[in-house]
């Protein structure tokens, strides 16, 4: 079983910066694909930026030109880099690895609040 542990949540107001991260037991990090997904209270999970073992990198359209997703195989940590934050980013932040060998090798972390008011 691979654990999750996320970081680097908290308040922030309108227009201000965070930077999650996501640190993994995981013995083989650098072959996982990472991804941030969020979710407020009473709607689905919605993936925000992924990562690929190999660097490649996708944003949700909402996020895109502000927030950055980047990968330490050294560290075994995920970063999601949050700029220009607005209240509408406000959500439980989840961190999430798959092991593209594993069926069934997908894991979450316990999430991290972040909130974005004034």
């Known amino acids: 079983q691979v654990r999750l542990v996320e970081s680097g949540g908290g308040l922030v107001q309108p227009g201000g910066s965070l930077r999650l991260s996501c640190t993994t037991s995981?013995?083989?990090?650098?072959?996982?694909?990472m991804g941030w997904y969020r979710q407020v209270p009473g709607k689905q999970r919605k993936l925000v930026a992924d990562?690929?073992?190999?660097?490649?990198?996708n944003y949700a359209e909402s996020v895109k030109g502000r927030v950055s997703i980047y990968r330490d195989n050294v560290k075994n940590t995920v970063y999601l880099q949050m700029n220009r934050l607005q209240p509408e980013d406000t959500a439980v932040y989840y961190c999430?690895?798959?092991?593209?060998?594993?069926?069934?090798?997908?894991?979450w972390g316990q999430g991290t609040q972040v909130t974005v008011s004034s």
């Open positions: 999430y690895a798959r092991d593209p060998y594993l069926i069934g090798g997908n894991y």
């Open positions: 995981a013995r083989r990090f650098s072959i996982y694909d």
């Open positions: 990562i690929t073992s190999g660097g490649s990198t």
